[in-house]
């Protein structure tokens, strides 16, 4: 089982900067799909970005692209999760995630799904203030 824990979330005015950061251990396989998916109290989870860990690219939400960016340091088993020009709608609880199954079934240009997902983090929580 992949082990995940996330930090950097916090509070942040509009148009303000976050990094999240999610430290992995335990990959046993060559590739892996790994992001960021996250979730509002009594709303579904949301994919927001996800990265092929074989360096085969990544995966935007529209509602973030020219916002985030996601990147790994393999050399630091860090996966990380830049949010720039935040807005409140950002406001979610982000949760770091890993797949071994998605890289068999789909590209990463497909929007992953949550259901491929069994590897998850705790979460950490972003607010952003108007």
């Known amino acids: 089982q992949v082990q995940l824990v996330e930090s950097g979330g916090g509070s942040v005015q509009a148009g303000g900067s976050l990094r999240l950061s999610c430290t992995f251990s335990r990959l046993k396989l060559s590739n892996y799909y790994m992001g960021w998916f996250r979730q509002v109290p009594g709303k579904e989870r949301e994919g927001v970005a996800f990265?092929?860990?074989?360096?085969?690219?990544?995966y935007y939400a529209d509602s973030v692209k020219g916002r985030f960016t996601i990147s790994q340091a393999n050399a630091k088993k860090t996966l990380y999760l830049q949010m720039n020009n935040l807005k409140p709608e950002d406001t979610a609880m982000y949760y770091c995630?890993?797949?071994?199954?998605?890289?068999?079934?789909?590209?990463?240009?497909?929007?992953?799904?949550?259901?491929?997902?069994?590897?998850w983090g705790q979460g950490t929580q972003v607010t952003v203030s108007s």
């Open positions: 990265i092929s860990t074989d360096g085969g690219g990544s």
């Open positions: 995630a890993a797949s071994e199954v998605a890289p068999l079934k789909y590209s990463i240009r497909t929007q992953p799904r949550e259901v491929d997902f069994d590897n």
